[in-house]
Structures are given as structure tokens and as C-alpha cells.
């Protein structure tokens, strides 16, 4: 069933939804971007339909409202570990296609890989997403290449036009908020082509994949990536995280135990007590991520890749390494280390 | 809900020194199961948390064999018997013991790499006939590195050993790299039925298990056990992930077949 609401309509609309929902959705924090007078778009708590950047891609993903940049897991005094406690509201969150599809790949990760995490599933157990339609597509997006430009997995589909909102009700149990509103025409659409397109290299075996490895392909990004570890910050997929302790004043107690975003393109990211480490140029770690995006996430679940070609990684590169163009190198030396055989 | 995360207060019951930085604790561990070759997750609220492999288990208690070399394993090493840490798990898939049922074994084992595989060792010197043999080659940096002093003894008059240390000459020790001592255990004599196990520094594995395949020991008789940073320990926080495979869950023990092929 299809609406249309003005912005009016849709303010007071989400003043019932939130009494029920905390509504988050890309939001313009202005002048708090990374070069002078520059904004950024992020996800954030919302009131108000205005405070929603639709017409532009966020430069991070909704991702942080489920698996946070920074969560605190325990508190704790001295003997005792107390688990963080959650909000207990339901999450409705304004999300695009692949954004929702990064979300179900962050499933895997945190919801099957042999066990269950308790402070992902609190949340997630939480979210409703309101699909918002990609009307056109960004120079960077790829997500038709991907395969992750449709979903099903939403309660709400949004289109957003001048002054008003198109809503279509997936989940019933929605209907009554829609109660008395004004019935409108309106069929939910994907894009169905990106300007930018790439084809995933097939690597057929480990021995092709320890070639890739050691492949000349990778010496460029000594120069060029700084591992400053944005492309991970703005992933969508990304989920690796590290753990650490603070306490409240030197001599404190009670301190509490944190989970923090971790990028695998960060110098430490794999050194151990001692300081022993394996990946130890920036060739390496770019090496590392690249493959885990496009191929080893995809051989440990099997059913796709991790990167959803939302582009957010070549948006955010300081250093301007497009990573589409990476997957093309990629392709490329697959093809030659195979004889051009084993190429999909 | 159950959060596997959440610790489980344990008291020190005894805590011994080993060398100048190492260390073995003995902790309560009550109803925590474990294998033998598993890890657990140890912290120190404030400080944090860090995996430690199990040198040793029994009912209701563990040991743990520590290097003071890190943030959390340092101010462990200041702890004493009464005091209390925190411990989940314990992690990971460990030695295939059931398969060396009956087997000749061969163990080489470098520096801290004897903790994750004596409780093994000291199963078949508690239950006599479980292996064919044992054959141990166990290799320090030095005199002042050697651990498990009093165990080495006991496992001296029931198994084949062979007790190194790199650059050190002692009674009772051959010096040189432990690779040297490989081609010195009689796998002529084992026919088939043997197992081998490497555990020790990344280097130290990696030339041993080159040595071993040199020597022509078939690659699916040889484990190897790895070491990776993790911050979880149940397959979320991505710092052991190898190409499709999480140390955590799927190691720290591999089979010397897949694990050739796990390069970082």
C-alpha cells in the first residue's frame, strides 16, 4: 500500500513512531568535515523529516548504529562485570539497499561465525529498516556489480520528493501509523545500472590466491595508501574491532571495558604481545582487506561478498586509490597468474 | 541471555615462578571445560584481556604458562596465589588426541611453545599405553629460558628426549636449533603409524615443518599449532582471520596441510 505525506504529515507521523522507535537516518553535520568548510553526513538519531540528507550519499554507513565506532561492553569494580545496559526502544533506521545488504552481511560475522554476540543481537534484534530509494546513482556506487542494489528486508520503502514523502507499507504492522493518510500510487523501484561497473575476479583455488599474494600488483600501494585505515572507518561491511579497558581516574576501581573500531590497514593490527606481526607493509594490509571484500569473505559463508560497492571507501581515500580500480588489478593479475583460463 | 563474552571471576591457586619473565599460575577454573591444545581468554579489569593457552588441566583447575611481555600478561605476573583474574572459555580446537591413540608420537616444541602441548604429553605419561611412544624434542633459548624444569625430568625416564637449547651448553641439554634434532628420531622404526606436532615461534614452526617434509614425513601426519592476536576469541573480532579462516574457531590447531597454506 503506497502514501503520500508532506514533510508536515511525516514530522507528526514520526512523533507517534517515536514513541515506540528511536528513528536514525543520514543526517548533515555542517562544517564538521575533514577539509575547511566541509560537512558530513552521517548516521544520527532524528526528529524531524528535514534533518534527513536524502538526496546525497552518506559519507558513512548505518552500520554505526548497530555495531557502534565505540561501545562499552562491561563496567566493572574490582570483582564484578556488569554488562552494558541498551535502550529500550525499537530502531527504525532510513537506510539504502546496501547499506541493509551490508547489515545482513555483518549478520554473518557477528551472529554465526561460531558464536553469538550478545551486544549485536541486543540491537539488531531491535532494527526496522525504512528502505530510502535510490533515485540516481553515484559516480562511485557499484552495488549492481555487486549484486546488493536490491533487498527485500525492509517494513518501509521511502521516496523522497520536493516537499513530500512516498511510503510504501511492507509490514503490516506499520499499517496503523499510515491510518487516514493519503493513499498515493507508488511502486518501489532499484537502480538497475551504475555508471561504474567491475567484475569480480573468480580465484579458483589457494595456490592461485597465495600467487595474487606475492603479486608485483600490490607494490603500488606502498606508495600510495598511508594506512590511515578511512576506507575501513567507512565501510559499510567492515566489522573487526578491538577491546580495551579504561578506568575512570588512575587509581580508580571501576572502569569499564570498550569495543573500538579496528582497521586491518592500521600498523598493529595483527602484532601480538612481544612484538611479533605478519603484515607488515602497507601493500600487505591493503592486500589483506581487498581480498577479504571480494573473495574470503565469500569462501568462508558463501553466499556473495562482503563489499556491497557502496563506493564509501573511494570517497573517503585521502590518497585517491579508487577501489574499483583496485578489484580491475586484481582481475587482471588473477588472469595472468591463471593463463586467462580461470577468469569468470 | 548468556553473553559469551562475560568473564568468570577465578582465584590463583598457586603461582610459580619459571624463568626471569615466565610464569605459571594455577587457577580455579570450576565448571570451564577444556581439551588439551584450547585457550582461554584472561584479563585484568582496567588492563584488559589476552588469549593464553592451557599448559596443563585437571578437575576444577587449569594452569596457565605466561610470558610477561604484554600489556595484561605483565601485571598478571604480579599477582599472587589468593588473588583473583578473569578467565572465558576455554577456545579453539585443540590437539587430535583420539587420533594419536596407539600412535607413535613425535612433539618438538620450542620456548613457550611446551605450554599448549604438555597437558597432552603429561596424558600419556599418566595413562601408560595410550601412545605407542612419545618422542620429544623440546628446544630453549638458553639455560635461563628452559621451562617445566621438573616435568622435563619426569618425561626424561618415560619418553625418548631430546632437551636443547640454541646457544647455551648444559648436562642434559644438546645445543642447536631444534630442526637439527629432527632426522635423530627414528621414523624408520614407526613404519606408518606416527603423528607429529610442532608448536614454538612462527619461525621457529616454519623451518621445523620444512625440515620434517625434507626428513619425508607425509604433511597430513604433522600439526602445528599458531599464535595470532585476538581480541575476542569467538570469531568476531577479525585480528586472527587468515584468508577464509578464523584462528580462533577453526585453530589454533591445524593440520600441517592447510596450514602451509595459511599465509597472513
Known amino acids: ?344 | 541471555m548468556h553473553n559469551e563474552l562475560m568473564p568468570v571471576a577465578c582465584q590463583i591457586l598457586e603461582f610459580k615462578q619459571e624463568t626471569q619473565t615466565e610464569f605459571t599460575i594455577k587457577v580455579a577454573t570450576g565448571d570451564l571445560k577444556v581439551e588439551h591444545g584450547q585457550f582461554c581468554q584472561l584479563s585484568i579489569p582496567k588492563i584488559g584481556e589476552c588469549p593464553i593457552s592451557v599448559s596443563d588441566y585437571g578437575d576444577g583447575w587449569m594452569d596457565f604458562t605466561i610470558r610477561a611481555v604484554g600489556k595484561v600478561t605483565d601485571e598478571v605476573f604480579k599477582l599472587e596465589a589468593g588473588d583473583q583474574l578473569f578467565i572465558r572459555g576455554a577456545y579453539g580446537k585443540g590437539w587430535p588426541v583420539d587420533q594419536f591413540k596407539g600412535k607413535n608420537v613425535v612433539i618438538i616444541a620450542g620456548g613457550t611453545g611446551v605450554a599448549p602441548v604438555k597437558s597432552m604429553i603429561n596424558k600419556f605419561a599418566n595413562e601408560e599405553g595410550f601412545a605407542q611412544s612419545v618422542n620429544i624434542i623440546a628446544g630453549f633459548k638458553d639455560e635461563n629460558g628452559i621451562l617445566f624444569k621438573d616435568t622435563l625430568k619426569v618425561w626424561e625416564e618415560k619418553f625418548n628426549t631430546i632437551y636443547t637449547l640454541d646457544r647455551d651448553e648444559k648436562e642434559g641439554f644438546r645445543t642447536g636449533l631444534v630442526t637439527k634434532f629432527i632426522e635423530e628420531i627414528p621414523f624408520k622404526d614407526f613404519g606408518d603409524n606416527y603423528e607429529v606436532v610442532i608448536v614454538g615461534p612462527p619461525i621457529m614452526m616454519h623451518f621445523a615443518g620444512l625440515e620434517c617434509v625434507k626428513q619425508g614425513i607425509p604433511e597430513e601426519k604433522i600439526w602445528v599449532s599458531f599464535e595470532r592476536k585476538m581480541s575476542c576469541a569467538i570469531g568476531k573480532c577479525g585480528h586472527c582471520r587468515i584468508d577464509e579462516t578464523y584462528v580462533c574457531l577453526e585453530g589454533p590447531v591445524f593440520n600441517y596441510t592447510q596450514a602451509k597454506k595459511l599465509i597472513d
Not at chain 1, 38 to 53: F, L, P, S
Request: proline residues 3%.
Open chain 1, 1 to 344: 500500500m503506497g502514501y503520500k505525506l508532506s514533510f508536515e504529515t511525516v514530522n507528526s507521523l514520526f512523533n507517534e513512531l517515536r514513541k515506540e522507535y528511536k528513528i536514525y537516518a543520514p543526517k548533515r553535520f555542517p562544517k564538521a568535515g575533514r577539509y575547511s568548510d566541509t560537512d558530513i553526513i552521517r548516521y544520527a538519531e532524528i526528529k524531524n523529516v528535514e534533518e534527513i540528507v536524502f538526496d546525497e550519499k552518506s559519507d558513512y554507513p548505518a552500520k554505526e548504529v548497530v555495531s557502534p565506532i565505540t561501545q562499552t561492553l562491561f563496567y566493572f569494580t574490582e570483582d564484578e562485570y556488569r554488562e552494558a545496559k541498551v535502550h529500550d526502544k525499537k530502531v527504525l533506521i532510513f537506510a539504502r539497499p546496501c547499506d541493509i545488504n551490508a547489515q545482513m552481511n555483518q549478520d554473518k560475522i557477528f551472529l554465526e561465525n561460531g558464536f553469538e554476540d550478545t551486544f549485536y543481537k541486543r540491537m539488531r534484534d531491535k532494527v526496522n529498516y525504512v528502505m530510502m530509494e535510490c533515485t540516481s546513482s553515484e559516480d562511485t556506487c557499484f552495488c549492481c556489480s555487486m549484486g546488493t542494489n536490491k533487498t527485500d528486508n525492509y517494513g518501509l520503502a521511502a521516496r523522497f520528493e520536493e516537499g513530500q514523502v512516498l511510503f510504501n507499507v511492507k509490514d503490516d504492522k506499520f499499517a496503523p501509523f499510515f491510518e487516514g493518510k493519503e493513499e498515493a500510487e507508488y511502486t518501489v523501484k532499484f537502480i538497475e545500472e551504475n555508471e561504474t561497473k567491475v567484475t569480480i575476479p573468480v580465484i579458483p583455488n589457494k595456490d592461485v590466491l597465495n600467487k595474487l599474494k606475492e603479486h608485483d600488483m600490490w607494490k603500488e600501494f606502498n606508495k600510495r595508501c598511508v594506512s590511515c585505515g578511512s576506507c575501513t572507518i567507512a565501510c559499510s561491511t567492515c566489522t573487526c574491532f578491538t577491546t580495551t579497558d579504561i578506568s575512570y581516574n588512575e587509581n580508580g576501581s571501576v572502569g569499564e571495558r570498550r569495543r573500538t573500531a579496528a582497521s586491518c590497514q592500521v600498523a598493529g593490527f595483527d602484532e601480538m604481545a612481544g612484538g611479533h606481526d605478519f603484515r607488515k607493509t602497507t601493500a600487505d594490509r591493503y592486500r589483506y582487506k581487498t581480498l577479504h571484500k571480494i573473495h574470503d569473505y565469500n569462501e568462508r559463508f558463501g553466499q556473495g561478498h562482503m563489499c556491497v560497492g557502496c563506493g564509501r571507501c573511494t570517497e573517503r581515500c585521502p590518497e585517491f586509490i579508487s577501489f574499483t580500480a583496485t578489484i580491475e588489478k586484481v582481475n587482471k593479475a588473477v588472469k595472468e597468474i591463471c593463463g586467462g583460463e580461470c577468469n569468470a
